[in-house]
């Protein structure tokens, strides 16, 4: 397996609260991506980042905050938390030349309340 | 509108069916497509396909891309149990990251 950590892997939280997610590589890959899994939409792009410092905007980034300071490292801010972003939420990495091949993290089960 | 769609959304099969899944394509810069198995965790990656014509196969499984007709599909031939999963098609468009489908929610029962 590749080495993806997703940190907290459960939380609740309330509606209004600022809520941070941490994915944590071991690969040095270039790429990393955060995905947020819903029943009936499949896995969309939140945001994703193709080098420290170097973030881009996916399908679904309203709402949500990224940050890349280290190669390593992947957080996902929710500024402000609300229920529709109840969901389980993946981190994928993929290696420096590439794109396609992307592997997942065992994700996070957020729920809001 | 969605650039990838699958079909069906849902699948019930008996052990030892074949089974076949389906996936249609948005064409314009299309680069690849790929399939994702996902059990009760994270998608874990099955083939990448760039080529048409070309079946890959691991086992069991085996998929092939028609880029004149903009899908492809995943066949799983003797299914057992554990192929019971969400089955994930996702394709690449210039250097955008992947875009998936909704997936196919496959059961196999005994």
């Known amino acids: 397996d590749a080495g993806i950590t997703q940190s907290p892997r459960h939380k609740v939280t309330e509606t209004g609260t600022p809520v941070t997610l941490r994915c944590h590589q071991t690969?040095?890959?270039?790429?990393m991506y955060w995905y947020r899994q819903d029943p009936g939409h499949g896995l969309r792009l939140i945001h994703y980042?193709?080098?420290?410092?170097?973030?881009d905007k996916g399908e679904v980034s309203d709402g949500y905050s990224v940050s890349r300071s280290k190669t390593e490292d992947f957080l996902l801010t929710l500024e402000s938390a609300t229920s529709s972003q109840t969901s389980v939420y993946f981190c994928?990495?993929?290696?420096?030349?590439?794109?396609?091949?992307?592997?997942f993290g065992p994700g996070t089960r957020l729920l809001v309340l | 509108e969605d650039k990838v769609v699958q079909s069906p959304l849902s699948l019930v099969v008996h052990e030892g069916d074949t089974v076949t899944l389906n996936c249609s394509y948005e064409v314009t810069n299309f680069r690849s497509l790929l399939w994702y198995k996902q059990e009760k965790k994270a998608p874990t990656f099955l083939f990448m396909l760039?080529?048409?014509?070309i079946e890959k196969k691991s086992g069991r499984l085996s998929s092939i891309l028609d880029k004149k007709e903009l899908f492809s599909i995943l066949n799983i031939t003797a299914t057992q149990t554990g192929d019971s999963a969400i089955y994930l098609c996702?394709?690449?468009?210039?250097?955008?990251?992947?875009?998936f489908g909704k997936g196919t929610r496959l059961s196999v029962i005994a």
């Open positions: 980042s193709y080098g420290v410092k170097d973030t």
């Open positions: 690969e040095n890959h270039r790429y």
């Open positions: 760039t080529s048409s014509g």
């Open positions: 996702a394709g690449v468009w210039g250097n955008t990251p992947l875009v």
């Open positions: 994928a990495i993929s290696p420096t030349s590439s794109q396609e091949t992307q592997y």
